[in-house]
């Protein structure tokens, strides 16, 4: 959510569209996390977000139909996890340059819908307009028990920083039209180990991780030789590209032995260590083998 | 939601979006009314639409920005209105074309956070992207109390139709840019003489009668005379340009004249008694000064 602004003052965007909230006392949790936090009932929050996508900044003129349906789904369904939930009900919005096709809109709603059904997500509504280019809207829906809700602003110093995979070259392998969103892994994690904080990659894991310490107000170290890439990916593409859709997550020390135990014992999930949480504000500093530290800007791929 | 299909198979492509819904229990209504309809608690529903508005179709290049993001949320308003609902909270994006300044955005925000405060939505999250044309998409809930949710499905025979306001012209005069959605007269309506059926007016007045024929499986007759037109506009207009936003509903005869005393005596809103509900399915028929029929299709304005 606002996770590609325009260079245009980027943050000073986000800060100041946050004066335009007018927030009511039923909003947990407005603008600046990975999906708002809205009152539900006594034991749950309902959890709300959009992500747009665009034909040539989001996905390729040629790319496959159903490809399109399920990233545009499959990127708010991840916005849900980082948040710990489950997600619930969608409406999507498309708008359709002349000449296409039913059956090519149809497909891209197939694709949308056999990621919903894998993660029972109710299509319930929508809007078909035209376009130059195609464009797709989704606005998704989720819940999360109250006691497992997962924000940015939770990480501690001291804390372990882990992803839940190997990141790097998505756009160009074509990851980024296929990922699996991380809603098992997140709910295994709420569900026993609690993370401090949490965040799904999309703009980079230097930019997500600089989100993170923004809102914590912390900083943190990344032990290069630690990050996980995918096959061809160097190590900076693993940490600015974006759009693996990885989860982004702080554990305080003691759970994240416990959590690498676990991991080890069991094989549950793939879960990486990757680095610690320092005091340091918004300060983000990349340790080499031999222990050095070298100070980087929090910043990952922009689409601007 | 749903109102302006490619004309590529129209209707036959809403159907076919249908199936790819996967509806849960949780969801009372689906695609095919104004909101979708979920379950919230025991009194009250939650009520959930989406609406995509592209520069060069639903608003001009030189628009005033202020105006653009009145809209955007106007007419997702306009959708919980059509429900008996009101409006809780909102997600934005926003597609940017290359040039534009952060103050133009910011316009666009004001205009949308100056609507909300009116009808007290919080805007709670967003996206902004690059795109060739200015896009926005919003999203928006909404809440009704469960024994005060009006469908476009509950039309009868007998039942007589009224409009909130007059109708046509809005494109040419403007008003599309600066309409205010009818949320109170539809609370009122829904607090005292419950509509067995209301819609929105975005397609037109004979496309939208059109939705609420064809979900109440219903015809309709409306005198020509009594349909109230803006400076301006012919029948013609009224009857087919659509975004005029008010609300079409239609009451059981002995409650409509009990509106109609009531709108007399108290000067309460503006409600127009245009025609009837007859048995013949999705039948319209416009009726003349002479009581002669004329049977019209029941299609309005649509954007492709």
């Given at each position: 959510?606002?996770?590609?602004?325009?260079?245009?003052?980027?943050?000073?965007?986000?800060?100041?569209?946050?004066?335009?909230?007018?927030?009511?006392?039923?909003?947990?949790?407005?603008?600046?996390?990975?999906?708002?936090?809205?009152?539900?009932?006594?034991?749950?929050?309902?959890?709300?977000?959009?992500?747009?996508?665009?034909?040539?900044?989001?996905?390729?003129?040629?790319?496959?139909?159903?490809?399109?349906?399920?990233?545009?789904?499959?990127?708010?369904?991840?916005?849900?996890?980082?948040?710990?939930?489950?997600?619930?009900?969608?409406?999507?919005?498309?708008g359709i340059p002349k000449?296409?096709?039913?059956?090519?809109?149809?497909?891209?709603?197939?694709?949308?819908?056999?990621?919903?059904?894998?993660?029972?997500?109710?299509?319930?509504?929508?809007?078909?307009v035209r376009a130059d280019?195609?464009?797709?809207?989704?606005?998704?829906?989720?819940?999360?028990?109250?006691?497992?809700?997962?924000?940015?602003?939770?990480?501690?110093?001291?804390?372990?920083?882990?992803?839940?995979?190997?990141?790097?070259?998505?756009?160009?392998?074509?990851?980024?039209?296929?990922?699996?969103?991380?809603?098992?892994?997140?709910?295994?994690?709420?569900?026993?180990?609690?993370?401090?904080?949490?965040?799904?990659?999309?703009?980079?894991?230097?930019?997500?991780?600089?989100?993170?310490?923004?809102?914590?107000?912390?900083?943190?170290?990344?032990?290069?030789?630690?990050?996980?890439?995918?096959?061809?990916?160097?190590?900076?593409?693993?940490?600015?590209?974006?759009?693996?859709?990885?989860?982004?997550?702080?554990?305080?020390?003691?759970?994240?032995?416990?959590?690498?135990?676990?991991?080890?014992?069991?094989?549950?999930?793939?879960?990486?260590?990757?680095?610690?949480?320092?005091?340091?504000?918004?300060?983000?500093?990349?340790?080499?083998?031999?222990?050095?530290?070298?100070?980087?800007?929090?910043?990952?791929?922009?689409?601007?």
């Amino acid at each position: 959510m606002f996770k590609n602004p325009p260079t245009i003052g980027e943050f000073q965007l986000i800060d100041s569209i946050k004066k335009f909230q007018n927030l009511s006392s039923c909003v947990i949790k407005g603008v600046g996390d990975d999906a708002a936090v809205l009152e539900l009932d006594a034991k749950r929050y309902q959890l709300f977000t959009t992500d747009m996508i665009v034909e040539g900044v989001h996905f390729l003129k040629g790319t496959a139909p159903r490809s399109i349906g399920h990233k545009a789904l499959a990127c708010n369904i991840s916005d849900i996890a980082a948040m710990g939930g489950v997600p619930t009900c969608a409406v999507v919005s498309i708008g359709i340059p002349k000449g296409l096709s039913a059956d090519y809109i149809q497909k891209i709603y197939a694709g949308m819908s056999a990621l919903a059904k894998i993660f029972g997500v109710s299509i319930v509504g929508g809007d078909t307009v035209r376009a130059d280019k195609m464009t797709i809207n989704v606005a998704l829906l989720g819940e999360v028990e109250k006691s497992r809700l997962v924000l940015r602003s939770g990480a501690r110093p001291g804390d372990r920083i882990f992803v839940t995979g190997p990141l790097g070259g998505s756009l160009k392998s074509g990851r980024h039209l296929r990922f699996i969103p991380r809603v098992k892994e997140a709910r295994f994690l709420v569900e026993t180990f609690l993370p401090s904080s949490m965040i799904d990659i999309s703009d980079g894991l230097a930019g997500d991780l600089g989100h993170v310490l923004k809102a914590s107000k912390v900083g943190a170290i990344i032990d290069a030789a630690k990050v996980p890439r995918n096959k061809g990916a160097g190590f900076e593409a693993a940490l600015r590209e974006g759009e693996d859709f990885e989860l982004l997550f702080s554990l305080p020390s003691a759970k994240a032995q416990k959590l690498i135990q676990c991991v080890h014992k069991w094989s549950v999930f793939r879960f990486f260590e990757i680095g610690e949480i320092i005091t340091l504000p918004v300060r983000l500093f990349i340790r080499d083998a031999g222990g050095r530290l070298r100070r980087i800007k929090p910043k990952g791929f922009t689409h601007f």
